[in-house]
């Protein structure tokens, strides 16, 4: 089915979206813009318009959708599936928490986003408490507690609990905690109804998503990527076996029937880009195309997929099994990727390979191994998906995937130029994520925040030759993680120590330089930059 086609029928689905609405938000502080719903489909307005537009302003978009997909084994055998792709048939997922019932007044709490920025934290943190502050509504309306008679869980998003009550109180001080400048969240189930997209059974899971982003100019790289932290709960009441994530993702760079795509395993990364060096259309990105990354931050990425937009054994999924195929190394006929790049580089053969776990890992920027560029494939309208795989999901236990999806274009080079840029920035992306020491579904501290308790935190001396003191000014916490690191973000030592008093750090074996150590305090973290003499 072409794009045209999908386009065609989602127009005439547009009276049952509006009967079933719900309200997405963009993501829009840094030099991309991109749509998010609150049922999980991302970059696109369920309509037929792509919804990534990078740079913001342009008119100009990498991708077209995107989407998780999740499937796994029940403790009976049987395959569990929750994936959406353009909502032809349906869906698989809802917006909100998982509930015993579901009604106008739960539509009306959950069918939406929130939308919200550091500096509106910020500013409820220092005036919560002044004579005539009215809380915003998006702090006001956090969805930090679901209804327990209701059977939604108790605790959902993220807050600061001043009083260390366990409830959400914004007019006591409380507030949300997110990432970035800007975050939207969004919450999201798969076992409202029966699975009209795949057909396939409840996996009984519940999603919390957060799509973040910085607002940072002066680093372009930054300020041309978007991150997402999703925690995934199982609250199916049994185990999940061999529990597999995948990021689907429709690429549409510019011109959407001339795009390639690949697979960096290095980086944990999939990707898209322009299969010539000029990308045509009203749209298109002209000459030096960009390219577009998808980056597993925390979780290896296990699989690589791609596959075409038709209707074969190498085409769009129609099944179960062939969903969880594309999520697992298998194609949708059941049998196995294989890597016989010098046969045509298709993927398939049923035996003529050996099997593979990655469709398309070579270096289109060295011309090496398997690519779509060395198969001489004709580019066209690419879909890819990463996947991790292999996990033990228990009944209560969650799991936590971090994303960046990140924007490089190579100026007065050709489309591998953009390749060759994208690696570097993927690089940039996943130390800079490092540094941040998230944690499952942890969340930065606020700027206000970070800055009194960074009051109550001193080191000395520094310059320092070789013993380095911290001291809290107060009891902070009976155990504060210490973390050193250098400029790059690599990982030089760490431990633990009371976060009360003086405490010593012996740095003699480091080599003179500057370096960042990193306290995790309770949900926060402190960072002071060293120089070693």
């Keep these: ?65 995107a989407n998780l997909w999740m ?49 509106q934290i910020d500013d409820h943190i220092l005036n919560w408490n002044n004579p005539g502050y009215t809380v915003p509504p998006v702090i006001a309306d956090w969805p930090a507690h679901g209804d327990v008679a209701n059977g939604e869980a108790a605790q959902l ?17 409380d507030y949300p905690h997110i990432r970035g400048d800007m975050a939207v969240f969004f919450i999201y189930n798969d076992t409202r109804t029966i699975h009209t997209e795949t057909g396939g059974e409840p996996l009984g899971v519940e999603v919390h998503g957060m799509a973040y982003a910085y607002d940072r100019p002066q680093d372009s790289i930054i300020h041309h990527t978007i991150f997402f932290n999703y925690t995934i709960f199982n609250r199916s009441g049994s185990r999940i076996n061999d529990f ?10 510019g011109f959407f029937r001339d795009d390639y795509v690949g697979c960096d395993t290095n980086r944990n990364t999939f990707y898209g880009y322009n299969g010539d060096s000029y990308d045509d259309g009203m749209f298109g990105y002209g000459a030096n195309p960009p390219a577009q990354a998808i980056t597993f931050l925390n979780q290896p990425m296990t699989h690589f997929a791609t596959y075409n937009n038709t209707l074969d054994s190498m085409g769009n999924p129609t099944s179960p099994s062939a969903y969880y195929g594309y999520l697992t190394g298998y194609w949708p006929d059941g049998s196995p990727w294989v890597d016989n790049y010098n046969n045509g580089g298709s993927g398939t053969g049923h035996g003529n390979g050996n099997p593979t776990s990655y469709l398309l890992p070579g270096d289109p920027v060295n011309g090496t191994g398997w690519t779509e560029k060395n198969s001489a494939r004709p580019p066209s309208d690419r879909r890819g998906m990463g996947s991790t795989s292999s996990i033990t999901l228990d009944a209560g236990e969650k799991i936590c995937l971090d994303l960046a999806y990140v924007y490089a274009r190579g100026y007065f080079m050709d489309e591998i130029g953009s390749v060759a840029n994208m690696t570097q920035h993927v690089d940039s992306i996943q130390r800079f994520y490092n540094a941040q020491g998230y944690q499952c579904n942890s969340t930065m501290t606020t700027s206000v925040e970070r800055e ?10 520094n310059p320092t030759t070789d013993a380095l003191f911290v001291e809290y000014s107060r009891a902070l916490s009976p155990s504060v993680t210490w973390q050193l690191m250098d400029m790059q973000g690599r990982d030089l030592g760490k431990g633990a120590h009371p976060g009360v008093g003086r405490q010593a750090l ?26 070693k003499r």
């Design 1 to 65: 089915m072409l794009r045209k086609l999908f386009t065609l029928w989602l127009a005439s689905m547009s009276i049952v979206l509006i009967v079933h609405g719900q309200t997405p938000a963009n993501l829009d502080i840094n030099g991309i813009d991109a749509m998010i719903h609150p049922s999980g489909d991302l970059f696109w307005d369920l309509i037929g318009n792509n919804q990534f537009e990078v740079p913001k302003g342009s008119g100009s978009h990498t991708l077209f959708a």
């Design 71 to 119: 499937g796994g084994i029940d403790q009976s055998g049987s395959l569990r599936l929750a994936a959406n792709t353009y909502r032809q048939s349906g869906n698989d997922t809802w917006a909100g928490p998982i509930a015993n019932s579901y009604s106008m007044a739960y539509d009306a709490r959950y069918k939406r986003v929130w939308k919200i920025t550091k500096t």
């Design 157 to 173: 998003a993220l807050f600061h609990d001043a009083n260390g009550n366990g409830t959400y109180e914004p007019a006591l001080g």
């Design 244 to 253: 597999s994530i995948g990021n689907w993702v429709d690429f549409d760079l």
């Design 452 to 461: 009194l308790l960074d009051a109550e935190v001193s080191i000395s001396p």
């Design 506 to 531: 012996d740095l003699s074996a480091l080599s003179a330089g500057m370096y960042m150590l990193r306290l995790h305090i309770d949900n926060q973290v402190v960072v002071k930059k060293i120089v």
